[in-house]
């Protein structure tokens, strides 16, 4: 985006473009937190619940397994999606 409005270029995100940072986005954070989840999601929500701060076991949680595959699916969504932006943005002008 600094790179192309720089040099003058309209940079506004079309429809498909936001969808696709979106969806990516949310599946590379569903695979960070999947773990945390599964093993302390009800303490973290008792906590989100009464307003207090998070579980210092939040800052400290080392995963005992990490989704690769859908961290990587997320991030090839994100990819495509800068790759769309860039794309339209270079034909356009």
């Known amino acids: 985006v600094v790179y192309f409005s720089g ?7 079309k429809k498909r473009e936001w969808i696709t940072l979106l969806l990516g986005s949310v599946v590379v954070i569903i ?8 093993q302390n999601g009800a303490i973290l929500y008792r ?17 005992k397994y990490f989704d690769w595959i859908s961290f990587s699916i997320g991030e090839i969504i994100l990819l495509v999606s800068w790759a769309i932006y860039v794309r339209r943005l270079k034909h356009r002008n």
């Not at 040099?7 to 995100?13: E, K, L, P």
């Open 47 to 63: 906590a989100m619940q009464r307003g207090g701060p998070l579980p210092d076991t939040l800052a400290n949680y080392i995963p």
């Open 7 to 13: 040099r003058q270029f309209a940079v506004g995100f």
């Open 31 to 38: 695979a960070f937190t999947e773990d945390y989840m599964q």
